[in-house]
């Protein structure tokens, strides 16, 4: 069996499956799955069992060659490896609808992000609660991530302000950070940056859907006038040329 790797020397795309592989492992736990092996796994994520279990060599395996996995004990273990075996406190800078949406999304909670602070600057939201959680002024946030030891800031906010809000998450001790403003983001070493572009999303969608309707066009048959077996030439006679 491969060895463990130490620290964080993994793939990207492997870091990128792990969390897949806990939210199904956890809905197989919901319904008193016990065991699972790896191609009924991957199956159901669409994915090679080859490429689950590479990733899962990373970390060691978590079992014999030929055994299936134990989903109570599989489940921990991999919060543990993404690091939410214990709460993330997040934070959330920008309350507008899109704030406001995440901050009122029950599952950030559930899945280990905790919301602990929301902050703006606009004077006719602050103090408004959004699940108990009162909106703050910008100038409240270091305290706040320093009280909650909060890791994690989400941007929320215009694209023209999104790299001032991340520098001041960044002095207040934050360190990861979850963009959702339209914009590139210069960070200092030590500081884990996501970019979540919805625009770009949604363009590539529209890639996939526009190549979608081309290829029904090219396998849908052709319209046939006349009776079947004649060509278009071979009408009625009653079409002119001129």
Excluded: W
Aim: proline letters at 7%.
């Amino acid at each position: 069996m491969r060895k463990k790797r130490k620290g964080c020397d993994v793939p990207e795309a492997t870091i990128h499956r792990l969390p897949l592989y806990l939210e199904k492992l956890k809905l197989l736990q919901a319904i008193g799955v016990e065991d699972v092996s790896s191609r009924q796994l991957a199956e159901s994520l669409d994915i090679k069992a080859s490429q689950l279990r590479h990733d899962f060599h990373y970390f060691g395996g978590f079992s014999r060659p030929g055994r299936p996995y134990q989903v109570e004990k599989l489940v921990p273990a991999l919060e543990k490896i993404i690091g939410i075996d214990e709460p993330v406190p997040t934070i959330i800078v920008g309350a507008g609808h899109l704030g406001q949406a995440l901050a009122n999304y029950q599952n950030l909670a559930l899945q280990g992000f905790p919301v602990c602070g929301i902050f703006d600057v606009n004077p006719r939201l602050i103090g408004l609660e959004i699940r108990g959680q009162p909106i703050r002024d910008m100038e409240e946030m270091p305290r706040v991530v320093k009280e909650k030891n909060a890791l994690i800031g989400v941007i929320t906010v215009p694209a023209q302000y999104a790299q001032e809000v991340a520098d001041r998450m960044v002095e207040a001790g934050i360190v990861g950070i979850f963009n959702f403003a339209p914009t590139d983001l210069k960070l200092p070493e030590g500081v884990a940056l996501r970019n979540e572009r919805m625009a770009v999303g949604l363009m590539a969608l529209s890639f996939r859907v526009k190549c979608i309707l081309e290829s029904r066009l090219q396998h849908s048959p052709a319209d046939e006038v006349g009776p079947p077996g004649e060509s278009a030439a071979e009408g009625d006679g009653n079409d002119q040329v001129s």
